[in-house]
């Protein structure tokens, strides 16, 4: 097994493999693990009893997926990484922009990760705190740096043992006891079920960066449907799944979101060890994505500025570098991990929707799939070095949003008027579609009929 040789280029015919399938393993055993099992915590802790809670995040899921799938599709056709595709709305330097969002995405979901995972195993493990952090932190950088075929591996063994891990975990939360009224629709609270549907969309949103990373190797002639279906059905599958199950053990067990690890393992009794050890596997396999679309996203910041060529070791150094900075950013303690769980899942919507709103009109409503791959690495090419629409659209847009926030850190006033009704998603969803495709019809119209004449 070989360290992966490519990094943000096109990956030609010749080297690309797999079946769509393949995706469905992906993004199931992307969601098989505690982080999605602590984010089916928040929904109870909004104040909804388990029937709204279930409800909020299979719609919520439902949803969020579609976007998801919507960017995985588009992986086969133009055989690049999801953010340097950016590069085609935002120009070729003013994709900085939301790549240094998402980085910090990156980075907040490394430190969810492995802070879970330290806490889970800190009862069986002799490192201690710091110790078990740094051990989970190399664990990852080394599965990060041999790439996409271990990844594509350790996520379809993962699938399989998760499936019958979580099943005999599903059957012991359901024989616990659950007070009465948390199944019943009474109760319902429309402000609390809209932020846990916001939850659950900006879950499966949080994928959305990287997801053609991976579908970037199957063969260009792979159907766009396929692609589409079996990266939904993942996904959608993995995480509701994952989010309802937390949110059942977060009533059927007091103080659960103190230690979401330990509190899961100890479910199977005396088999509580080996628990202990999957849910380590699991949460390694997840960080990896977040370290490999670091990764990507810091070469893609750098190559504008310079012709980086991007060797095994060059890779490596990259990789470990931000592999130290993730566990520098780990050791420092969280009081009170749950809320600020909540209060990261809040950050990333603000941001990630509207570049999803962006990208998604781009490629199916204005240009509809018809890229031209070697302008997107030309800093003189079609797509220029800055889009002042895309980048003033994504910026106007966070602004607009900031009246409709509602976390634990700051409430604007059109949220407060609402009782608490979180609607910025809905801000960061339509306003750039619209704004960016009124902006931009007339331009990629006259763009295509320059190239139809040449």
């Known amino acids: ?51 709204w809670s279930a409800a909020a995040i299979v719609v919520g899921s439902l949803i969020g997926a579609l976007f998801m799938a919507s960017h995985s599709a588009q992986g086969p056709k133009l055989g690049i990484p999801q953010m340097i595709q950016s590069r085609a709305q935002f120009g070729v330097v003013g994709a900085v922009l ?45 599965v990060a740096l041999y790439g996409y075929r271990l990844i594509h591996r350790l996520q379809k063994l993962l699938s399989l043992l998760s499936v019958l891990v979580f099943l005999v975990a599903t059957a012991l939360a359901l024989g616990l006891p659950i007070p009465e009224g948390q199944w019943s629709p009474a109760g319902f ?24 990373d991976y579908s970037r190797y199957l063969p260009s002639s792979t159907p766009m449907s396929q692609v589409f279906w079996y990266s939904y059905a993942g996904t959608v599958a993995g995480g509701a799944w994952m989010m309802i199950l937390g949110a059942v053990l977060s009533v059927a067990i007091g103080g659960f979101s103190d ?27 997840i960080n990896v994505f977040n370290l490999y679309g670091a990764f990507m996203s810091t070469v893609t910041v750098i190559e504008p500025f310079s012709r980086l060529r991007v060797t095994p070791l060059v890779r490596g150094l990259f990789m470990l570098a931000i592999s130290v900075i993730a566990t520098a950013l780990c050791t420092i303690s969280q009081e009170d991990f749950i809320s600020y769980f909540l209060n990261f899942i809040f950050f990333m919507s603000y941001f990630l929707i509207p570049w999803t709103a962006i990208n998604l009109v781009d490629y199916y409503c204005l240009r509809k799939g018809d890229y031209c791959v070697p302008d997107i690495f030309d800093l003189n090419g079609r797509y220029g070095r800055v889009n002042l629409v895309a980048c003033g659209s994504f910026l106007l847009t966070i602004l607009l949003e900031i009246p409709f926030m509602n976390t634990t ?25 619209l704004t960016y495709y009124w902006a931009m019809r007339r331009k990629v119209a006259s763009a295509a009929e320059r190239s139809l004449a040449q």
């Open 189 to 212: 609270s429309l402000s609390k079920f809209l932020v846990a549907v916001s939850i659950a969309v900006t879950w499966q949103l949080s994928y959305a960066p990287y997801v053609a």
């Open 259 to 285: 230690n979401v690890g330990s509190h899961l393992a100890l479910l199977f009794g005396a088999a509580a060890l080996p628990l202990f050890a999957f849910l380590l596997y699991g949460q390694v396999a």
């Open 98 to 142: 939301p790549l240094l969002f998402v980085m910090l995405i990156y980075l907040g979901f490394f430190v969810s990760n492995t802070l879970l995972a330290a806490q889970a195993i800190e009862s069986v493990s002799p490192l201690g705190g710091n110790g078990n952090i740094y051990l989970i932190s190399a664990l990852c950088f080394l």
């Open 1 to 51: 097994m070989n360290v992966e040789k490519r990094s943000i280029d096109f990956i030609p015919e010749s080297e690309r493999h797999g079946q769509p399938g393949s995706l469905f393993y992906i993004w199931f055993g992307a969601n098989m693990n505690i982080t999605t099992i602590a984010s089916g915590v928040l929904p109870v802790m909004l104040g909804l009893n388990l029937f």
């Open 409 to 433: 850190l700051y409430v604007g006033p059109i949220a407060t008027a609402l009782d608490g009704v979180d609607l910025a998603w809905v801000v960061g969803l339509l306003v750039p579609a």
